[in-house]
């Protein structure tokens, strides 16, 4: 788990600005997950990625969310105009070929977003 | 679509004692099912995985046990020591390939 790597690990954006969250994922893992920790609330699944590709993002709000795995680099999860409810904790998680479904998931420390 | 609900949401015991954390879900058709430790403004710490062929996983003072069809895990933890006082989350793997989480159960171990 110490494998999947976030930055920053905290991150303090104005209402309006932009917020790019980072993840590496294990060496040889090819599917990333972002998650997001909303203050005293579980884990809620936002998207899935391969390399390039989107896979699942039906937990992603549809305005100002984006997320991106490139060929190369790591996957960034990026929130357009933040406003204060966006305040969390975004944990990435990354799992090797075969994915979550049969595989163990490693997660990183997490990235904890304040907006003030 | 899947729910996973963790009984009970805090714990507290005194050192040495056996303890049982639960974990129910209502959908039954999971690929594996994860017990994390999350402590306090840090990252989550995969303990056991489960995979649902799977009756039991054990791991040190740890043992996990899941009845698929009845939808529930528990999480044993044997002599209970401080350093165990964490959030204790459970996670299943579904056809979509994303962790459902539960809310977790906050445990305290007294000295």
């Known amino acids: 788990n110490a494998g999947v790597m976030q930055n920053p690990r905290h991150l303090v954006r104005r209402r309006g600005q932009e917020a790019r969250l980072r993840c590496s994922p294990v060496?040889?893992?090819?599917?990333v997950y972002w998650y997001r920790q909303l203050p005293e609330e579980g884990l809620k699944f936002m998207v899935y990625?391969?390399?390039?590709?989107?896979?699942?993002e039906s937990g992603m709000p549809k305005e100002r969310f984006s997320a991106e795995f490139p060929k190369e680099g790591p996957s960034i999860l990026r929130i357009q105009q933040v406003v204060r409810g966006d305040s969390a904790a975004y944990f990435c998680?990354?799992?090797?070929?075969?994915?979550?479904?049969?595989?163990?998931?490693?997660f990183g420390q997490g990235t904890r977003l304040t907006v003030v | 679509k899947q729910e996973v609900t963790q009984i009970p949401a805090a714990l507290s015991v005194p050192e040495g004692e056996n303890l049982v954390l639960n974990c129910s879900f209502t959908?039954?058709?999971?690929?594996?099912l994860q017990w994390f430790r999350q402590d306090p403004g840090k990252g989550l710490t995969s303990l056991l995985l489960?995979?649902?062929?799977?009756r039991e996983q054990t791991s040190g003072r740890l043992n996990a046990s899941l009845d698929k069809s009845s939808g529930r895990s528990t999480l044993y933890i044997a002599a209970s020591q401080p350093g165990d006082s964490a959030t204790y989350l459970c996670?299943?793997?579904?056809?979509?390939?994303?962790?459902?989480f539960g809310t977790g159960t906050r445990l305290q171990v007294m000295l």
């Open positions: 959908d039954s058709a999971i690929y594996n």
């Open positions: 489960i995979q649902s062929s799977q």
């Open positions: 998680a990354s799992s090797p070929q075969k994915g979550a479904r049969d595989t163990e998931a490693f």
């Open positions: 996670a299943v793997s579904g056809t979509a390939s994303k962790l459902t």
């Open positions: 990625l391969q390399k390039e590709n989107i896979i699942d």
């Open positions: 060496k040889g893992h090819s599917h």
